[in-house]
């Protein structure tokens, strides 16, 4: 339902603020619908006209893409591998990554004052050799091959 009103409900460049109800889109807004002469507007509704509908769909389309790709999961990362046991604490994840160029393998460590650095520790052998290997096994999930192709290598 929360989902729905986040679609159905936007708001235009001009901060005014729109319902789809299935149909158009529309507002209430003042409006004089009377043909006496007399300058005497009343609530009513106001429906978008061919361009603010476009504008409001771009809206809806945007959040409805949104809402749907919030649950997906974060891509696989080859040059990453997480830190276990053995690795010095951190106060948030310290994995060991691996530059794509072939620089060094680094640890990155958040201090007690919140300051993400570059900790200066060698990699070991096995932790060098765990990372070669899972950018060696990395398949991009694009290529359609079986899932088990993954896990030969």
Same mark, same amino acid.
């Given at each position: &339902?929360?989902? !729905?009103? /986040?679609?159905?409900?936007?708001?235009?460049?001009?901060?005014?603020?729109? =319902?789809?109800?299935?149909?158009?889109? =529309?507002?209430?807004? &003042? #409006?004089?619908?009377?043909?006496?002469g007399v300058n005497n507007p009343t609530?009513?509704?106001?429906?978008? !006209?061919?361009?603010? #509908?476009?504008? %409001? !769909?771009?809206? #809806?389309? !945007?959040?409805?893409? /949104?809402?749907?790709?919030?649950?997906a999961p974060q891509p696989d990362d080859?040059?990453?591998?997480? /830190?276990?046991?053995?690795?010095?604490?951190?106060?948030?994840? #310290?994995?060991? &990554?691996?530059?794509?160029?072939? =620089?060094?393998?680094?640890? %990155?460590?958040?201090? /007690?004052?919140?300051?993400?650095?570059?900790?200066?520790i060698t990699s070991t052998e096995d932790?060098?050799?765990?990372?070669?290997?899972?950018? %060696?096994?990395?398949?991009?999930?694009?290529?359609?091959?079986?899932?088990?192709?993954?896990?030969?290598?």
């Open positions: &339902m929360l989902d !729905n009103r /986040a679609i159905y409900h936007q708001t235009d460049r001009d901060g005014r603020h729109w =319902s789809f109800d299935g149909r158009a889109w =529309s507002r209430e807004g &003042m #409006a004089d619908t009377t043909n006496d609530l009513t509704p106001i429906v978008a !006209n061919y361009d603010k #509908a476009r504008e %409001l !769909n771009y809206l #809806a389309t !945007n959040a409805a893409a /949104a809402l749907a790709l919030k649950d080859p040059y990453s591998l997480p /830190a276990d046991d053995r690795d010095r604490p951190s106060l948030s994840p #310290a994995n060991w &990554m691996r530059d794509a160029a072939d =620089s060094p393998i680094e640890d %990155l460590q958040r201090g /007690a004052d919140g300051v993400d650095r570059i900790a200066a932790i060098q050799q765990a990372l070669h290997q899972g950018c %060696l096994c990395y398949i991009p999930p694009e290529i359609s091959l079986p899932r088990w192709t993954v896990m030969q290598c």
